[in-house]
């Protein structure tokens, strides 16, 4: 019998518009499900995707992981998973299974993650998609498709940091952005019961950063202030992929403190090399302070990340846009004027 074809969105060479693309629909392996997709959402790392950047990244290009729709295949050896359970997929399609990290639980540090994401061969922008069925979780039947698919890449990129890290009696906790992960991240912390502060060099996203959940707003261009600031931090959560000031996020933190970097960022660190924050490498050392970078999570990050959620109702903020119009949802995020995802639904 003649296999189907998944239409989609894709890029043929980097930096090019996304344009119809077809494929055959693959046979699916042992350990596998065909996923009908209903919603994808549209994330920064698209437009990494669509512009070649990192490295990892071969086209012909679908981009797309942020993922829900329904099971339409199982494999034999798939358990947990039916025909019509609604899943979320996210960044993560399959893992080595044999190196030490997915050994020890920690599928999303695979030594060959880069062959890992669920755009290999073609991701989410389509009629559907094959992954792992390890990597296809069951959702809450209350949460909302849409509201789902943000949270298979933005929600699992900021919660498992503040749940690491944001220990303690009311920890203080800035938020540094509030834009697709910044939002949530301020909702997650908020229900962690930190002192949440949210950093932002847009004055305008005061309100909005309040009623997410923010019990303080700092301006991170008033220079005043962030002085004002200095040693009020046990948590920096960085999710602003730009424009960081490295040197006064340093000093804004408590001895002992720790800035997390949740975003890929196109400024290179080089604390010690003469780079951005090279002026606080003293600081770094006598106050004791770390830099650690947060590379989304685990399956079970994920599966409590979306429980936690659900049962405390974090809801990104999201504009549905119909797949048709895939270049013109990614050119929204690529111009940041997505307040602050948005969704692509399968028309």
Same mark, same amino acid.
């Given at each position: 019998?003649?296999?189907?074809?998944?239409?989609?969105?894709?890029?043929?060479?980097?930096?090019?518009?996304?344009?119809?693309?077809?494929?055959?629909?693959?046979?699916?392996?042992?350990?596998?499900?065909?996923?009908?997709?209903?919603?994808?959402?549209?994330?920064?790392?698209?437009?990494?995707?669509?512009?070649?950047?990192?490295?990892?990244?071969?086209?012909?290009?679908?981009?797309?992981?942020?993922?829900?729709?329904?099971?339409?295949?199982?494999?034999?050896?798939?358990?947990?998973?039916?025909?019509?359970?609604?899943?979320?997929?996210?960044?993560?399609?399959?893992?080595?299974?044999?190196?030490?990290?997915?050994?020890?639980?920690?599928? +999303?540090?695979?030594?060959?993650?880069?062959?890992?994401?669920?755009?290999?061969?073609?991701?989410?922008?389509?009629?559907?998609?094959?992954?792992?069925?390890?990597?296809?979780?069951?959702? =809450?039947?209350?949460?909302?498709?849409? *509201?789902?698919?943000?949270?298979?890449?933005?929600?699992?990129?900021?919660? =498992?940091?503040?749940?690491?890290?944001?220990?303690?009696?009311?920890?203080?906790?800035?938020?540094?952005?509030?834009?697709?992960?910044?939002?949530?991240?301020?909702?997650?912390? +908020?229900?962690?019961?930190?002192?949440?502060?949210?950093?932002?060099?847009?004055?305008?996203?005061?309100?909005?950063?309040? *009623?997410?959940?923010?019990? +303080?707003?700092?301006? %991170?261009?008033?220079?005043?202030?962030?002085?004002?600031?200095?040693?009020?931090?046990?948590?920096?959560?960085?999710?602003? =992929?730009?424009?960081?000031?490295?040197?006064?996020?340093?000093?804004?933190?408590?001895?002992?403190?720790?800035?997390?970097?949740?975003?890929?960022?196109?400024?290179?660190?080089? !604390?010690?090399?003469?780079?951005?924050?090279?002026?606080?490498?003293?600081?770094?050392?006598?106050?004791?302070? %770390?830099?650690?970078?947060?590379?989304?999570?685990?399956?079970?990050?994920?599966?409590?990340?979306?429980?936690?959620?659900?049962?405390?109702?974090?809801? =990104?903020?999201?504009?549905?846009?119909?797949?048709?119009?895939?270049?013109?949802?990614?050119?929204?995020?690529?111009?940041?004027? *997505?307040?602050?995802? !948005?969704?692509?639904?399968?028309?």
């Amino acid at each position: 019998m003649p296999r189907s074809t998944v239409l989609g969105y894709g890029a043929r060479a980097a930096g090019q518009l996304l344009e119809p693309f077809t494929y055959e629909e693959p046979e699916i392996g042992g350990d596998e499900v065909r996923v009908a997709v209903s919603h994808c959402g549209v994330c920064h790392t698209d437009v990494h995707a669509i512009d070649g950047d990192f490295g990892v990244f071969s086209f012909p290009l679908m981009p797309g992981h942020e993922i829900v729709g329904r099971v339409t295949e199982v494999g034999a050896g798939v358990a947990g998973l039916e025909e019509g359970d609604r899943v979320g997929i996210g960044w993560q399609g399959r893992c080595c299974g044999e190196c030490e990290w997915c050994r020890e639980g920690e599928e +999303h540090l695979c030594q060959d993650i880069a062959d890992c994401g669920t755009w290999t061969p073609y991701g989410g922008f389509s009629s559907s998609i094959v992954v792992d069925g390890r990597f296809a979780y069951p959702l =809450p039947a209350a949460m909302a498709p849409e *509201a789902a698919a943000v949270l298979m890449c933005a929600g699992i990129a900021v919660y =498992p940091p503040l749940r690491r890290y944001a220990a303690g009696a009311s920890p203080r906790v800035g938020v540094v952005g509030v834009g697709g992960l910044g939002h949530l991240a301020i909702q997650f912390a +908020h229900a962690l019961g930190c002192e949440v502060t949210a950093l932002s060099s847009s004055p305008g996203k005061e309100e909005e950063a309040r *009623a997410f959940g923010a019990d +303080h707003f700092l301006l %991170s261009t008033d220079q005043a202030a962030m002085e004002h600031a200095e040693y009020g931090f046990d948590l920096l959560l960085c999710t602003a =992929p730009a424009g960081n000031d490295w040197a006064t996020l340093l000093m804004a933190l408590k001895k002992k403190g720790r800035l997390v970097l949740a975003a890929f960022s196109p400024v290179d660190l080089n !604390v010690a090399a003469g780079g951005p924050a090279s002026g606080a490498a003293v600081d770094l050392v006598a106050h004791q302070l %770390s830099i650690t970078g947060s590379f989304l999570g685990s399956r079970a990050d994920m599966r409590e990340m979306l429980g936690f959620a659900q049962e405390h109702g974090i809801t =990104p903020r999201i504009e549905l846009m119909p797949m048709s119009q895939a270049n013109e949802a990614i050119l929204r995020v690529r111009e940041n004027k *997505a307040r602050y995802r !948005v969704v692509l639904v399968n028309d």
